[in-house]
């Protein structure tokens, strides 16, 4: 027999139990492992298999003779079957990812600070604006109303005018203290009486009370000043006279700041009609306490205390029933003062004059001319406004 040349191991054939050709071979079990990966490359693409066997060279099996034996065999195609896997997996996760992902809806924005929303703190939606309001509140006047509702801001600088002139005369010895105390008190029971009249058939038993209240607070207020009138001559005795008429304007200014110029009170002073008042109140005290008899400052506070605490209530109930009548009032008013002041000082009585004007009737069209640059601006990030209910028992 003549003698093969090779390598012994290569040209030896071994007795694989498994090849069908040898006689009283049984089929090969393959381990639970072989199994999967072949389940692995029964269901996968038939493009991936395809190219996992026509790519024989990525096996690493082209350097083995074809006569390799059956546990070669068997190597090679659990490495084949692994690639396949592989491939396999692969394919699946570019599948998967191409996928469309499956977005869910968002949920819509609301107007709400108290949940928690899929939206930034400062998101606002296209109908956020839809509620802007834009100079809702605002209200065009009419020149005629303005310069009507004007007048109550003249009649009571014309009433402070008034009230300084009639100081300054009593201070020279022009008027007297008794003649002040009959003209206001003669001027107060006229002003009852003509009250009474225009009320006659409107007064009801409440607004007879008021009145009675406040004519018996009146009086016991005058015989009060009356008493004290010795006391308050003599209060500012060490302070300059100076400082007395610095403080003077200051409270004035104090009186014609916080004055109540609306028509509706007509029973009681409120604030800020208050502080209005008491500043008057502590002028007259400061410019009494600068006269030289007691009768002088009796009357002049009396007077003081008519002319601020009473006068002002008339002219709201003027300014209420009829506007003419309180444009009546303040002709009659400023004309009196400019009288007054026109024996003191010429440049004070024009100066009057032309504030008088100027407040009447200047003012009212400065108003309308602004009025029109006026932007208000309303909408949803306004604060809310909680509802008081409120319950009287």
């Given amino acids: 027999m003549p003698t093969r040349i090779g390598v012994p191991f290569l040209s030896r054939r071994r007795d694989n139990p498994s090849d069908p050709t040898v006689p009283g071979a049984s089929p090969t079990r393959l381990s639970p492992l072989s199994h999967g990966l072949d389940e692995a490359a ?10 996992s066997s026509a790519s024989p060279a990525r096996t690493g099996f082209s350097r083995f003779s074809p006569h390799r034996s059956a546990g070669d065999a068997d190597v090679a195609s659990g490495l084949y079957l692994a690639t396949s896997r592989a491939a396999a997996i692969a394919a699946a996760a570019t599948v998967s990812s191409t996928r469309p992902t499956v977005v869910q809806p968002q949920r819509p924005w609301r107007k ?3 949940i928690k929303q899929e939206y930034p703190d400062d998101y606002v939606d296209d109908t956020f604006l839809m509620e802007l309001q834009k100079n809702a509140n605002v209200r065009m006047y009419d020149y005629s109303t303005v310069v009507i ?4 801001i003249t009649q009571h600088l014309s009433s402070i005018m008034i009230f300084i002139s009639v100081f300054i005369n009593l201070y020279r010895g022009s008027l007297t203290g008794k003649t002040l105390v009959w003209c206001s008190s003669i001027s107060t029971v006229l002003g009852f009486v003509f009250w009474d009249i225009l009320n006659m058939y409107l007064r009801t038993p409440e607004q007879r009370i008021v009145r009675l209240n406040l004519i018996k607070g009146a009086m016991l207020f005058a015989l009060l000043l009356f008493g004290l009138s010795p006391i308050l001559r003599t209060l500012t005795e060490d302070t300059s006279r100076d400082t007395i008429w ?18 509706g009170n007509l029973t009681n002073i409120r604030f800020p009609g208050s502080v209005s008042l008491n500043a008057a109140v502590l002028a007259s005290v400061l410019l009494a306490s600068q ?8 009357a002049f506070l009396s007077f003081a205390l008519k002319w601020f605490a009473l006068f002002p209530i008339f002219r709201r109930y003027l300014k209420r029933i009829s506007d003419a009548a309180s444009m009546a009032t303040t002709m009659v008013l400023a004309l009196m003062a400019t009288a007054l002041f026109m024996y003191i000082n010429k440049a004070v009585a024009l100066l009057h004059i032309f504030s008088s004007l100027f407040i009447t009737f200047v003012c009212p069209l400065w108003l309308i001319w602004v009025q029109r640059y006026k932007n208000e601006i309303h909408g949803p990030w306004d604060e809310a406004r ?3 209910h409120r319950y009287f028992h």
């Fill in 291 to 298: 006269l030289n008899n007691n009768l002088s400052v009796f």
């Fill in 246 to 263: 610095a403080m003077t304007v200051i409270f004035f200014g104090v009186n014609l700041a916080f004055h109540d110029y609306s028509t």
């Fill in 42 to 51: 029964e269901g996968s693409s038939p493009s991936v298999l395809k190219k």
């Fill in 149 to 152: 509702q004007t007048t109550v």
């Fill in 386 to 388: 909680p509802i008081v």
């Fill in 112 to 114: 709400l600070l108290y």
